[in-house]
Protein backbone atom coordinates (compact mmCIF):
# COMPACT_ATOMS: atom_id res chain seq x y z
CA UNK A 1 0.00 0.00 0.00
CA UNK A 2 1.29 3.44 -1.41
CA UNK A 3 1.81 5.88 1.76
CA UNK A 4 0.40 9.18 1.42
CA UNK A 5 4.05 10.77 0.65
CA UNK A 6 4.40 8.38 -2.04
CA UNK A 7 1.02 9.38 -3.61
CA UNK A 8 1.50 12.73 -3.50
CA UNK A 9 5.00 12.68 -4.79
CA UNK A 10 3.68 10.47 -7.70
CA UNK A 11 0.83 12.56 -8.53
CA UNK A 12 3.25 16.05 -8.56
CA UNK A 13 6.20 14.30 -10.74
CA UNK A 14 5.24 15.24 -13.35
CA UNK A 15 5.75 18.80 -12.32
CA UNK A 16 8.44 18.13 -10.58
CA UNK A 17 10.70 16.63 -14.04
CA UNK A 18 9.43 19.77 -16.27
CA UNK A 19 10.56 22.13 -13.73
CA UNK A 20 13.95 20.60 -13.53
CA UNK A 21 14.46 20.03 -17.09
CA UNK A 22 13.33 23.95 -17.66
CA UNK A 23 16.23 24.62 -14.85
CA UNK A 24 18.49 22.73 -16.82
CA UNK A 25 18.19 24.28 -19.95
CA UNK A 26 18.16 27.31 -18.72
CA UNK A 27 21.16 27.26 -17.19
CA UNK A 28 22.62 26.11 -19.75
CA UNK A 29 21.35 28.72 -22.19
CA UNK A 30 22.69 31.00 -19.25
CA UNK A 31 26.29 29.86 -20.18
CA UNK A 32 25.96 30.26 -23.90
CA UNK A 33 26.50 33.39 -25.56
CA UNK A 34 23.59 36.30 -25.98
CA UNK A 35 21.89 35.08 -28.74
CA UNK A 36 21.52 31.96 -26.91
CA UNK A 37 19.82 33.40 -23.95
CA UNK A 38 17.18 35.53 -25.94
CA UNK A 39 16.61 32.15 -27.54
CA UNK A 40 16.19 30.60 -24.78
CA UNK A 41 13.95 33.01 -23.35
CA UNK A 42 11.61 33.55 -25.84
CA UNK A 43 11.13 29.30 -25.44
CA UNK A 44 10.23 29.88 -21.48
CA UNK A 45 7.82 32.61 -23.04
CA UNK A 46 6.09 29.68 -25.31
CA UNK A 47 6.13 27.45 -22.80
CA UNK A 48 4.24 29.78 -20.73
CA UNK A 49 1.38 30.31 -23.49
CA UNK A 50 1.90 26.62 -25.03
CA UNK A 51 0.68 25.41 -21.16
CA UNK A 52 -1.65 27.74 -20.87
CA UNK A 53 -3.69 26.51 -23.99
CA UNK A 54 -2.78 22.77 -22.75
CA UNK A 55 -5.02 23.64 -19.56
CA UNK A 56 -7.84 23.96 -21.55
CA UNK A 57 -6.95 21.75 -25.16
CA UNK A 58 -5.39 18.92 -23.33
CA UNK A 59 -8.37 18.70 -20.63
CA UNK A 60 -10.89 19.02 -22.77
CA UNK A 61 -9.88 17.12 -26.07
CA UNK A 62 -11.41 20.15 -27.91
CA UNK A 63 -8.87 21.67 -30.28
CA UNK A 64 -8.81 25.59 -29.94
CA UNK A 65 -7.46 28.24 -32.52
CA UNK A 66 -8.34 31.36 -30.45
CA UNK A 67 -6.25 31.39 -27.73
CA UNK A 68 -4.03 33.62 -28.80
CA UNK A 69 -6.61 36.27 -28.05
CA UNK A 70 -5.80 35.76 -24.61
CA UNK A 71 -2.16 36.01 -25.41
CA UNK A 72 -3.26 39.11 -27.53
CA UNK A 73 -5.04 41.20 -24.75
CA UNK A 74 -2.27 40.06 -22.48
CA UNK A 75 0.38 41.77 -24.55
CA UNK A 76 -1.13 44.90 -25.25
CA UNK A 77 -2.26 45.11 -21.73
CA UNK A 78 1.14 44.95 -20.40
CA UNK A 79 2.61 47.08 -22.92
CA UNK A 80 0.13 49.99 -22.17
CA UNK A 81 0.45 49.80 -18.45
CA UNK A 82 4.40 49.31 -18.78
CA UNK A 83 4.85 52.14 -20.92
CA UNK A 84 6.42 55.49 -20.04
CA UNK A 85 3.91 58.10 -19.38
CA UNK A 86 5.88 60.26 -21.99
CA UNK A 87 6.08 58.09 -24.29
CA UNK A 88 2.45 57.43 -24.57
CA UNK A 89 1.82 60.73 -25.07
CA UNK A 90 3.74 61.30 -27.78
CA UNK A 91 2.44 57.97 -29.14
CA UNK A 92 -0.74 57.64 -28.38
CA UNK A 93 -2.01 60.85 -27.94
CA UNK A 94 -5.89 60.01 -28.19
CA UNK A 95 -5.17 57.76 -25.32
CA UNK A 96 -7.84 58.35 -22.46
CA UNK A 97 -6.03 60.10 -19.62
CA UNK A 98 -6.67 58.06 -16.97
CA UNK A 99 -4.83 55.17 -18.97
CA UNK A 100 -2.24 57.47 -20.18
CA UNK A 101 -0.97 58.14 -16.35
CA UNK A 102 -1.08 54.41 -14.99
CA UNK A 103 2.64 53.02 -15.18
CA UNK A 104 3.27 49.78 -13.19
CA UNK A 105 5.99 47.41 -12.95
CA UNK A 106 6.20 44.54 -14.74
CA UNK A 107 4.69 41.72 -12.14
CA UNK A 108 1.35 44.22 -11.26
CA UNK A 109 0.90 44.53 -14.78
CA UNK A 110 1.29 41.04 -15.71
CA UNK A 111 -1.26 40.33 -12.99
CA UNK A 112 -3.66 43.22 -14.54
CA UNK A 113 -2.92 41.16 -18.10
CA UNK A 114 -4.03 37.65 -17.28
CA UNK A 115 -7.06 39.20 -14.98
CA UNK A 116 -8.53 41.24 -18.31
CA UNK A 117 -7.56 38.15 -20.64
CA UNK A 118 -9.69 36.10 -18.03
CA UNK A 119 -12.58 38.44 -18.34
CA UNK A 120 -12.21 37.93 -22.57
CA UNK A 121 -12.09 34.38 -21.47
CA UNK A 122 -15.79 34.49 -19.99
CA UNK A 123 -16.99 36.04 -23.26
CA UNK A 124 -15.43 33.17 -25.13
CA UNK A 125 -16.99 30.66 -23.02
CA UNK A 126 -20.18 32.01 -23.70
CA UNK A 127 -19.81 32.11 -27.14
CA UNK A 128 -17.54 29.24 -28.22
CA UNK A 129 -18.48 26.41 -25.60
CA UNK A 130 -22.38 26.17 -26.77
CA UNK A 131 -20.82 24.49 -29.30
CA UNK A 132 -18.40 20.72 -29.97
CA UNK A 133 -15.65 19.35 -31.79
CA UNK A 134 -14.90 21.14 -35.64
CA UNK A 135 -17.72 23.65 -34.81
CA UNK A 136 -16.10 24.96 -31.63
CA UNK A 137 -12.38 25.21 -33.76
CA UNK A 138 -13.91 27.10 -36.42
CA UNK A 139 -15.34 29.29 -33.83
CA UNK A 140 -12.35 30.09 -31.51
CA UNK A 141 -11.02 31.43 -35.05
CA UNK A 142 -13.70 33.24 -35.84
CA UNK A 143 -13.13 35.00 -32.96
CA UNK A 144 -9.39 35.33 -33.38
CA UNK A 145 -10.08 37.01 -36.89
CA UNK A 146 -12.62 39.15 -35.51
CA UNK A 147 -10.20 39.99 -32.18
CA UNK A 148 -7.45 40.91 -34.83
CA UNK A 149 -9.18 43.10 -37.19
CA UNK A 150 -10.55 45.34 -34.20
CA UNK A 151 -6.57 45.49 -32.70
CA UNK A 152 -5.34 46.70 -36.19
CA UNK A 153 -8.04 49.54 -36.71
CA UNK A 154 -8.14 51.11 -32.96
CA UNK A 155 -6.39 53.72 -33.82
CA UNK A 156 -6.33 55.15 -30.52
CA UNK A 157 -4.94 52.73 -28.30
CA UNK A 158 -3.03 49.94 -30.28
CA UNK A 159 -1.89 52.27 -33.66
CA UNK A 160 -3.68 50.02 -35.45
CA UNK A 161 -1.40 48.29 -38.02
CA UNK A 162 1.74 50.42 -37.02
CA UNK A 163 1.81 48.71 -33.84
CA UNK A 164 3.48 49.93 -30.36
CA UNK A 165 6.92 50.56 -30.07
CA UNK A 166 9.13 51.46 -26.91
CA UNK A 167 7.66 48.58 -24.63
CA UNK A 168 10.43 48.01 -22.32
CA UNK A 169 12.43 45.33 -23.27
CA UNK A 170 14.44 44.09 -20.23
CA UNK A 171 13.21 40.37 -20.19
CA UNK A 172 15.93 37.74 -18.87
CA UNK A 173 15.76 34.16 -18.36
CA UNK A 174 16.21 34.92 -15.02
CA UNK A 175 12.84 36.58 -14.73
CA UNK A 176 11.03 34.13 -17.55
CA UNK A 177 11.77 30.98 -15.26
CA UNK A 178 9.85 31.99 -12.34
CA UNK A 179 6.51 32.41 -14.34
CA UNK A 180 7.36 29.11 -16.12
CA UNK A 181 7.06 27.50 -13.05
CA UNK A 182 4.26 28.96 -12.23
CA UNK A 183 2.32 28.17 -15.47
CA UNK A 184 3.32 24.49 -14.64
CA UNK A 185 2.30 24.98 -11.45
CA UNK A 186 -0.96 26.02 -12.08
CA UNK A 187 -1.63 23.14 -14.99
CA UNK A 188 -0.85 20.34 -12.73
CA UNK A 189 -3.10 21.79 -9.93
CA UNK A 190 -6.15 22.21 -11.95
CA UNK A 191 -4.70 18.56 -13.40
CA UNK A 192 -5.22 16.99 -9.78
CA UNK A 193 -8.50 19.28 -9.11
CA UNK A 194 -11.68 17.31 -9.03
CA UNK A 195 -12.73 19.83 -11.85
CA UNK A 196 -9.66 18.55 -14.09
CA UNK A 197 -10.72 14.70 -13.47
CA UNK A 198 -14.38 15.33 -14.41
CA UNK A 199 -13.39 17.17 -17.39
CA UNK A 200 -10.84 14.03 -18.54
CA UNK A 201 -13.72 11.78 -18.09
CA UNK A 202 -16.06 13.67 -20.21
CA UNK A 203 -13.01 14.03 -23.37
CA UNK A 204 -13.60 10.61 -23.26
CA UNK A 205 -16.96 9.62 -23.59
CA UNK A 206 -18.90 12.82 -22.84
CA UNK A 207 -22.18 10.53 -23.19
CA UNK A 208 -21.41 8.68 -20.10
CA UNK A 209 -19.80 11.51 -18.32
CA UNK A 210 -22.91 14.02 -18.69
CA UNK A 211 -25.19 10.39 -17.20
CA UNK A 212 -23.01 10.32 -14.04
CA UNK A 213 -24.10 13.62 -13.67
CA UNK A 214 -20.79 15.55 -14.70
CA UNK A 215 -22.13 19.20 -16.08
CA UNK A 216 -19.38 19.02 -18.60
CA UNK A 217 -20.23 22.72 -20.30
CA UNK A 218 -19.40 24.29 -16.43
CA UNK A 219 -15.89 22.27 -16.44
CA UNK A 220 -15.11 23.19 -19.62
CA UNK A 221 -15.50 27.02 -18.42
CA UNK A 222 -13.28 26.66 -15.68
CA UNK A 223 -10.79 25.18 -17.66
CA UNK A 224 -10.74 27.97 -20.34
CA UNK A 225 -10.89 30.96 -17.76
CA UNK A 226 -7.84 29.58 -15.83
CA UNK A 227 -6.11 29.03 -19.49
CA UNK A 228 -7.07 32.80 -20.33
CA UNK A 229 -4.88 33.57 -17.18
CA UNK A 230 -2.38 31.84 -18.46
CA UNK A 231 -2.07 33.17 -21.88
CA UNK A 232 -2.82 36.77 -20.64
CA UNK A 233 0.13 37.05 -18.68
CA UNK A 234 2.15 34.41 -21.33
CA UNK A 235 1.36 37.47 -23.07
CA UNK A 236 2.37 40.13 -21.21
CA UNK A 237 5.92 38.82 -21.04
CA UNK A 238 5.80 38.11 -24.76
CA UNK A 239 5.23 41.75 -25.38
CA UNK A 240 8.27 42.75 -22.88
CA UNK A 241 10.34 40.49 -25.01
CA UNK A 242 9.64 41.72 -27.72
CA UNK A 243 9.90 45.57 -27.09
CA UNK A 244 7.61 46.51 -30.00
CA UNK A 245 3.90 45.34 -30.53
CA UNK A 246 1.76 44.40 -33.89
CA UNK A 247 -1.25 42.89 -34.70
CA UNK A 248 0.69 40.17 -36.62
CA UNK A 249 2.95 39.01 -33.85
CA UNK A 250 -0.42 37.76 -31.78
CA UNK A 251 -2.16 35.99 -34.76
CA UNK A 252 -1.72 33.34 -37.27
CA UNK A 253 1.55 32.02 -37.10
CA UNK A 254 1.73 32.40 -33.00
CA UNK A 255 -1.66 30.11 -32.88
CA UNK A 256 0.47 27.81 -35.33
CA UNK A 257 3.32 27.36 -33.32
CA UNK A 258 1.90 27.10 -30.31
CA UNK A 259 -0.13 24.24 -31.69
CA UNK A 260 2.88 22.79 -33.30
CA UNK A 261 4.52 22.52 -29.80
CA UNK A 262 1.61 20.99 -28.20
CA UNK A 263 0.76 18.63 -30.90
CA UNK A 264 4.63 17.52 -31.28
CA UNK A 265 5.42 17.05 -27.60
CA UNK A 266 1.59 15.15 -26.67
CA UNK A 267 -1.64 17.35 -26.51
CA UNK A 268 -3.16 15.37 -23.81
CA UNK A 269 -0.13 15.80 -21.21
CA UNK A 270 1.53 18.85 -19.51
CA UNK A 271 4.80 16.90 -19.81
CA UNK A 272 4.16 16.69 -23.52
CA UNK A 273 4.14 20.57 -23.47
CA UNK A 274 6.56 20.95 -21.77
CA UNK A 275 8.76 18.52 -23.64
CA UNK A 276 7.54 19.57 -27.52
CA UNK A 277 7.93 23.78 -26.51
CA UNK A 278 11.80 22.51 -25.96
CA UNK A 279 11.69 20.35 -28.70
CA UNK A 280 10.49 22.50 -31.45
CA UNK A 281 12.05 25.58 -30.17
CA UNK A 282 15.77 23.81 -30.54
CA UNK A 283 14.66 22.58 -33.64
CA UNK A 284 13.22 26.24 -35.12
CA UNK A 285 16.77 27.92 -33.99
CA UNK A 286 19.19 25.38 -35.95
CA UNK A 287 16.48 25.78 -39.20
CA UNK A 288 17.10 29.41 -38.70
CA UNK A 289 20.76 29.23 -39.01
CA UNK A 290 20.56 27.06 -41.68
CA UNK A 291 18.08 29.25 -43.39
CA UNK A 292 20.18 31.91 -43.08
CA UNK A 293 23.73 30.43 -44.20
CA UNK A 294 27.32 31.08 -42.33
CA UNK A 295 29.76 29.07 -41.64
CA UNK A 296 29.08 26.44 -39.23
CA UNK A 297 32.92 24.60 -38.38
CA UNK A 298 34.53 23.11 -41.86
CA UNK A 299 31.12 23.17 -43.32
CA UNK A 300 29.61 26.39 -45.36
CA UNK A 301 25.73 26.44 -46.13
CA UNK A 302 24.28 29.31 -48.63
CA UNK A 303 21.04 30.47 -47.62
CA UNK A 304 18.00 28.63 -48.02
CA UNK A 305 14.78 30.92 -47.11
CA UNK A 306 11.55 28.93 -46.11
CA UNK A 307 13.50 25.76 -44.96
CA UNK A 308 12.38 26.29 -41.33
CA UNK A 309 8.75 25.91 -42.45
CA UNK A 310 9.44 24.04 -44.74
CA UNK A 311 10.62 21.45 -42.26
CA UNK A 312 8.40 22.34 -39.17
CA UNK A 313 5.41 21.42 -41.08
CA UNK A 314 6.96 18.37 -41.98
CA UNK A 315 7.66 17.72 -38.16
CA UNK A 316 3.80 17.99 -37.75
CA UNK A 317 2.81 16.10 -40.57
CA UNK A 318 4.67 13.15 -39.65
CA UNK A 319 4.13 13.46 -36.26
CA UNK A 320 0.42 13.06 -36.96
CA UNK A 321 1.02 9.94 -39.56
CA UNK A 322 3.27 8.15 -37.09
CA UNK A 323 3.35 9.10 -33.67
CA UNK A 324 -0.37 10.71 -32.76
CA UNK A 325 0.04 11.02 -29.18
CA UNK A 326 3.45 13.26 -29.68
CA UNK A 327 6.87 12.34 -28.03
CA UNK A 328 5.41 11.84 -24.89
CA UNK A 329 2.21 9.45 -26.03
CA UNK A 330 -0.59 10.96 -24.33
CA UNK A 331 1.66 9.67 -20.98
CA UNK A 332 3.20 12.22 -18.07
CA UNK A 333 6.83 12.03 -17.17
CA UNK A 334 6.47 9.73 -13.79
CA UNK A 335 9.83 7.92 -11.69
CA UNK A 336 9.38 5.47 -8.73
CA UNK A 337 11.22 5.19 -5.13
CA UNK A 338 12.33 1.82 -4.36
CA UNK A 339 11.12 0.83 -0.66
CA UNK A 340 9.14 4.07 -0.56
CA UNK A 341 5.46 2.60 0.20
CA UNK A 342 5.28 -0.51 1.43
CA UNK A 343 3.62 -0.99 4.68
CA UNK A 344 4.37 -2.90 7.78
CA UNK A 345 1.11 -4.62 8.10
CA UNK A 346 -0.92 -6.33 5.84
CA UNK A 347 -4.79 -5.96 5.73
CA UNK A 348 -7.11 -5.75 2.80
CA UNK A 349 -6.43 -3.46 -0.08
CA UNK A 350 -7.82 0.57 0.37
CA UNK A 351 -8.71 2.22 -2.53
CA UNK A 352 -6.77 5.04 -3.61
CA UNK A 353 -8.13 8.70 -3.05
CA UNK A 354 -9.61 10.08 -6.67
CA UNK A 355 -10.48 13.73 -6.71
CA UNK A 356 -13.01 13.30 -9.24
CA UNK A 357 -14.91 10.76 -6.84
CA UNK A 358 -16.03 9.06 -10.31
CA UNK A 359 -13.69 5.68 -9.32
CA UNK A 360 -15.11 2.58 -8.14
CA UNK A 361 -14.92 2.51 -4.54
CA UNK A 362 -15.69 -1.17 -3.53
CA UNK A 363 -13.13 -1.80 -0.17
CA UNK A 364 -12.01 -5.59 -0.34
CA UNK A 365 -14.61 -6.42 -3.50
CA UNK A 366 -16.77 -8.36 -1.23
CA UNK A 367 -20.18 -8.29 0.41
CA UNK A 368 -21.28 -9.43 3.87
CA UNK A 369 -22.06 -12.97 2.55
CA UNK A 370 -18.26 -13.14 1.16
CA UNK A 371 -19.64 -12.67 -2.50
CA UNK A 372 -18.29 -10.71 -4.65
CA UNK A 373 -20.03 -7.32 -4.37
CA UNK A 374 -20.56 -4.99 -7.43
CA UNK A 375 -18.77 -1.86 -8.20
CA UNK A 376 -20.58 1.06 -6.60
CA UNK A 377 -20.32 4.52 -7.76
CA UNK A 378 -19.99 7.71 -5.64
CA UNK A 379 -21.94 10.59 -6.41
CA UNK A 380 -20.58 13.28 -8.56
Not at 80 to 88: G, N, R
Not at 285 to 298: D, I, M, N, Q
Amino acid sequence: MKSPRTSRLARCAPAIICTLLVLAVSGLAEAGSQTTQRTATQMLIMGIITVGTYIFVGNSGMLSFGHVVFVAVGAYTTALLTMPHSLKQALLPALPDWLAEIELGLPEALLVSGLLSLLVGAVFALLVLRLDGMAAGIASLALLISVNVVISNWDAVTRGSQGIVGIPADLTIGTTVPWMIGAIAVALAYQLSRSGFRLRASSEDPIAAAALGVRIRRDRSIALLISAFVCGFGGGLYARFLGALTPGDVYLQLTLLTLLMLIVGGIRSLSGAVIGTLFISVLAELLRRVEAGGEFGPVGLQPHPGVQQLILALTLLLTLLLRPGGITAGRELGFAVPGWGRSSRRGPSEPSPDPSGLVVEGGNGLDDAGQAAPPRRDPV
